[in-house]
């Protein structure tokens, strides 16, 4: 009785521990770095980004209102930030520098002013 008992509670715990897991929100794998940038008319939450220069990254856009772009043009990335999920955009930068992110959908009036900057430091 006692051994089935035990052996209950092993899987049960099992069970919840794996559960446990499954439920994780999505941790970047390795030593990524998750970064969380909100879009909105007509401007991104931060503002300026810094990363490391060799540091894998992983920007977890969300946009309160639009489909708004997420344009990095001098590094090759670019999204559409669909509101009401995460959008995830991973890159590892290779070179320290200034790299202007823009929107590249048109979302009204001050569409032309949304951008920011992603800063690689070394
Ligand atoms: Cu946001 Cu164009």
Redesign the pocket.
Same mark, same amino acid.
């Given at each position: 009785m006692n051994k089935i008992r035990t052996l209950t509670t092993v899987l049960l715990s099992s069970a919840l521990l794996a559960g446990a897991w499954a439920a994780r929100p999505q941790q970047a794998s390795g030593d990524e770095v998750t970064i969380k940038v909100v879009?909105q008319?007509?401007h991104y939450t931060p503002e300026e980004i810094t990363v490391k220069k060799g540091q894998a990254v992983v920007l977890a856009i969300t946009s309160l209102d639009?489909v =708004?772009?997420f344009k990095v043009p001098e590094l090759g990335i670019r999204a559409d930030l669909p509101p009401g999920k995460v959008t995830e955009v991973r890159f590892t930068p290779q070179k320290a520098g200034k790299f202007d992110f823009? /929107?590249?959908?048109? /979302?009204?009036s001050? =569409?032309?002013e949304?951008s920011g900057r992603i800063v690689v430091v070394d």
């Open positions: 879009a008319r007509f639009f =708004h772009g823009l /929107c590249d959908n048109f /979302c009204g001050g =569409h032309e949304m």
